[in-house]
C-alpha cells in the first residue's frame, strides 16, 4: 500500500520569498513521485515527476524538489515566489501494488502569495 | 496538440438521475482515468481505461461505471445520484502502454456536477 502527506493544507509567503511545500511518502517498493499544481476552475497540470533517475528534479516554473529516501520526503522549493503561484499543489505518487500502478494523491496545500 | 477535454464543464442534476460524462484525451494517449475531487475527500481514484478495458479500479461503488471507445474517447456514467456525488470530476490521459507507473498524467478541466 502507499500513501502520501502533506504537511500543512495552506501555506502563506511573502512574494519574493521562498516557497517549501512538504510531501511524504510510504511505499513498500521503490515510488514514482509527482507534484502537480491546480488553479481555480482548472485540471492539474505536472510541475515534476522523480523516477529514480536523479534525486533533485527541475521542473516548470522555476520549482525543483528532491527525494530523500531516508527521510520518504519529496519536499517542492522554489526560491522566489510570485503572484502568478498562487494555487493548489498535490503531490502523487504511484506504485506497484499487485501488478498494476493506482496513483495516490496528497490532501492538497492551498499556496498564498502575499504582495 | 490539442489538451484533454471534457463535456460539460458544469451540470446539475437531481437525486435518483443518472449522469453521463464525456472525456476526450490527448491525441495518441491510449490511457484514460477518471477521480473524483471534493473538498471533504480530495481527490480519489474512479477507474483508468487502456484499449477499450478497464485495467485499474478504486474504491467505489457499482453505480460508477465507465467505458472507452475505439477512439480512446471514454465516458463516466454516475446513476441514482446521491447528494454525496456533487464533485469536480477530473478526466486524465496518459502516453502509459503498459503498467508502468512513470507516465505523468494530463489532465483535463473537469466536470463540476451538482446534486440537488
Known amino acids: 500500500a502507499q500513501s502520501v502527506t502533506q504537511l500543512g493544507s495552506h501555506v502563506s509567503v511573502s512574494e519574493g520569498a521562498l516557497v517549501l511545500l512538504r510531501c511524504n511518502y510510504s511505499?513498500?517498493?521503490?515510488?514514482?513521485l509527482f507534484w502537480y499544481v491546480q488553479y481555480p476552475n482548472q485540471g492539474l497540470q505536472l510541475l515534476l515527476k522523480y523516477t529514480s533517475a536523479a534525486t533533485l528534479v527541475k521542473g516548470i516554473n522555476g520549482f525543483e524538489a528532491e527525494f530523500k529516501k531516508s527521510e520518504t520526503s519529496f519536499h517542492l522549493t522554489k526560491p522566489s515566489a510570485h503572484m502568478s503561484d498562487a494555487a493548489e499543489y498535490f503531490c502523487?505518487?504511484?506504485?506497484?501494488?499487485?501488478?498494476?500502478?493506482?496513483?495516490?494523491f496528497g490532501r492538497g496545500t492551498s499556496l498564498i502569495v502575499h504582495p | 496538440k490539442a489538451g484533454v477535454t471534457q463535456t460539460p464543464r458544469y451540470l446539475i442534476k437531481t437525486r435518483g438521475q443518472q449522469v453521463t460524462l464525456s472525456c476526450s484525451p490527448i491525441?495518441?494517449?491510449?490511457?484514460v482515468s477518471w477521480y473524483q475531487q471534493t473538498p471533504g475527500q480530495g481527490l480519489q481514484f474512479l477507474f483508468e481505461?487502456?484499449?477499450?478495458?478497464?485495467?485499474n479500479k478504486g474504491n467505489f461503488p457499482g453505480r460508477f461505471s465507465g467505458r472507452q471507445f475505439s477512439n480512446s474517447r471514454s465516458e463516466m456514467n454516475v446513476s441514482t445520484l446521491e447528494l454525496g456525488d456533487s464533485a469536480l470530476y477530473l478526466c486524465?490521459?496518459?502516453?502509459?502502454?503498459?503498467?508502468?507507473?512513470?507516465?505523468?498524467?494530463?489532465f483535463g478541466p473537469g466536470t463540476r456536477l451538482t446534486v440537488t
Open positions: 481505461y487502456f484499449s477499450e478495458t478497464q485495467r
Open positions: 491525441s495518441g494517449h491510449r490511457s
Open positions: 502523487a505518487v504511484t506504485a506497484s501494488s499487485g501488478g498494476s500502478y493506482i496513483p495516490t
Open positions: 511505499s513498500s517498493v521503490p515510488p514514482y
Open positions: 486524465a490521459s496518459s502516453l502509459a502502454t503498459g503498467t508502468g507507473p512513470s507516465y505523468e498524467q494530463y
